[in-house]
């Protein structure tokens, strides 16, 4: 099993839907993230917590929100999707001492 | 923002040597994440530098100039699965430990 999982893989939604990507790991990290990855602009920080008390707004966290549900869990969210959300997101997790562990990635369309 | 400044896109030869340079800013620094990430896949840690100097570690190397903000990584023998974006990420914060990530070098091997 991999060490950070995220679900779903792939995944269309309309417009004004709201729609839960989430976030699984077994690394035993306090520290979770999700970015998100457009092309052209990198990886660019949406949400991150540092434990389960802890949620914190990265530079683009307008029109998403998040909950660290356990230690091993973070799920983000899109209250009300629209097109320009449109991207690929990855989960992440850090033990803080060191360099991120990244999920597969969840490619995400709103149409 | 911490203005990390890599380029956009490079281009070498099979068997060759290619270094993709990184500025970044100095303030708040704590050390610097070379990944790897193949297209729609996930970053992968290819190394870490906190100390000034060269790490070397197979085909891959990396290099880090705290004081002018500088980092390199070069790529020796290079093989066609070199094809990939390598991602410069300078961490901050003193614990906090946050990544923040550059665009994107997007290497392109040629036979």
């Known amino acids: 099993d991999a060490d950070v999982t995220q679900t779903p893989r792939n995944r269309i939604t309309k417009t004004g839907k709201r729609i839960m990507l989430e976030c699984s790991q077994t690394k035993g990290h306090d520290r979770m993230y999700w970015y998100r990855q457009d092309p052209g602009l990198g990886l660019r920080l949406i949400y991150y917590?540092?434990?389960?008390?802890?949620?914190n707004k990265g530079e683009i966290s307008d029109g998403y929100s998040v909950s660290r549900q356990a230690q091993a869990k973070f799920s983000l969210s899109l209250e009300s999707a629209i097109p320009n959300q449109t991207a690929l997101y990855f989960c992440?997790?850090?033990?803080?001492?060191?360099?991120?562990?990244f999920g597969s990635g969840t490619r995400l369309t709103v149409v | 923002g911490q203005n990390i400044d890599q380029p956009t896109e490079m281009t070498a030869t099979e068997g060759a040597i290619v270094q993709i340079n990184c500025t970044y800013q100095t303030s708040g620094f704590n050390g610097l994440f070379w990944y790897q990430q193949h297209a729609g896949e996930a970053p992968t840690f290819l190394s870490y530098n906190v100390l000034d100097g060269l790490e070397e570690k197979g085909r891959f190397s990396s290099f880090l100039s705290r004081s002018k903000g500088y980092s390199y990584l070069l790529l020796k023998e290079l093989q066609m699965k070199d094809s990939a974006s390598y991602l410069c990420?300078?961490?901050?914060?003193?614990?906090?430990?946050?990544?923040?990530f550059g665009t994107g070098t997007l290497l392109a091997v040629q036979p």
């Open positions: 992440a997790t850090s033990s803080g001492e060191g360099g991120y562990t």
């Open positions: 990420a300078p961490s901050y914060g003193g614990a906090t430990n946050k990544l923040i």
């Open positions: 917590s540092f434990d389960v008390k802890d949620i």
